[in-house]
């Protein structure tokens, strides 16, 4: 777990985190941060405009989760279920936050039949993209679902194939940004909804110099920053990072399919003061200029908050909350 997104009534709605578009908007009403777990059973809720900004827990029919979103028109949650192997929609959060319910109801789901091992999601409006990372149970198979909401579930519209390893991946417009796990680079599908259900191929893949392991993705379109994961290795926990590409239209552009980016053009957050060992998922809030990260190494997990760096350094994160498993991290602001 953005942007701008037109819903089917034409509401203009800010979302930040992992997965789409935002646009400026300083006069916000709402702002929320959410999170996923995959060893708690739990999804949070925070109300970042509340002087107090108390986090709520709220127990779901999902032990295992990932890619969390919030909509508040709809008041729901979706996850991509890792227990249930589905998509799942928990609704009256509002209600369940001024009450103190602990359990959200689930009310609607796709079938359990069409994807395991799901890593990220991405969402614009009724559109909800599942990333699948290979597995036994899935022949092996890296593949990207692409569902509509609806008001009975979900419909599954397409599936890409893909040829490399899926973790993080990111809606911008009409543009798929995807990161290729257990590599340092990222890929782009222009016009994804263009392609036929089969094989998808790369419009362009780059090499972000200095990234050991992408995971964690996000980009800001008020900003034109990217904003990336570093997870190095799975088994340490120091040697994670966060890596800003401001200029990214540009910077992207002007490098060639293949190519690399400079960490010239990089501004990085690493080092022992970070607490960054395997930062699994970020969002970013525009406004506010903060950065959330889901980290799940260190102490069984963390949701760390940064302020946007304007130099690279090994910066401490202005907030450290502890958040059992936590696997995906969203913001949405309107």
């Known amino acids: 777990m953005k942007k701008l997104f037109i819903t089917s009534a034409f509401l203009f709605i800010i979302f930040t985190s992992c997965d789409s578009n935002d646009s400026e908007n300083t006069n916000s009403t709402e702002a929320v941060l959410v999170t996923s777990s995959n060893t708690s059973g739990k999804i949070t809720y925070q109300d970042l405009l509340s002087t107090s900004a108390m986090v709520k827990s709220f127990t779901i029919a999902s032990l295992d989760a990932e890619g969390v979103s919030y909509n508040s028109d709809t008041d729901a949650i979706i996850v991509a279920s890792r227990t249930n192997n589905k998509l799942e929609t928990y609704t009256g959060v509002k209600e369940a936050v001024k009450t103190g319910l602990d359990n959200l109801k689930l009310t609607l789901s796709s079938l359990n039949t069409e994807f395991t091992n799901a890593r990220e999601t991405a969402v614009s409006g009724d559109i909800v993209i599942v990333a699948q990372d290979q597995l036994a149970s899935n022949g092996m198979t890296n593949k990207l679902f ?143 200029k903060k950065v959330y990260v889901a980290e799940r190494l260190n102490a069984g997990g963390e949701v760390l908050t940064y302020t946007y760096p304007t130099a690279s350094g090994d910066f401490a994160p202005t907030n450290v909350r502890l958040e059992a498993g936590v696997t995906s991290v969203f913001v949405f602001r309107k």
Not at 167 to 193: Q, R
Not at 201 to 228: E, F, W
């Open 146 to 288: 692409v569902y509509k909401k609806t008001a009975t579930g979900f419909s599954l519209l397409k599936t890409f194939t893909t040829d490399f390893k899926l973790w993080g991946i990111h809606l911008n417009g009409n543009d798929l940004y995807a990161v290729a796990d257990l590599t340092g680079d990222i890929v782009l599908f222009k016009d994804y909804m263009n392609n036929a259900s089969g094989v998808i191929t790369a419009t362009k893949r780059v090499t972000i110099a200095g990234l050991v392991r992408t995971h964690g993705i996000t980009y800001s379109a008020s900003d034109d920053t990217m904003i990336l994961t570093d997870v190095g290795s799975a088994t340490s926990g120091t040697d994670g990072g966060l890596i800003f590409i401001k200029n990214f239209t540009s910077v992207f552009n002007s490098t060639s399919a293949g190519g690399t980016i400079a960490q010239t053009n990089q501004i990085r957050i690493y080092g022992s003061n970070s607490l960054l060992g395997n930062p699994v998922d970020v969002a970013y809030d525009h406004v506010t």
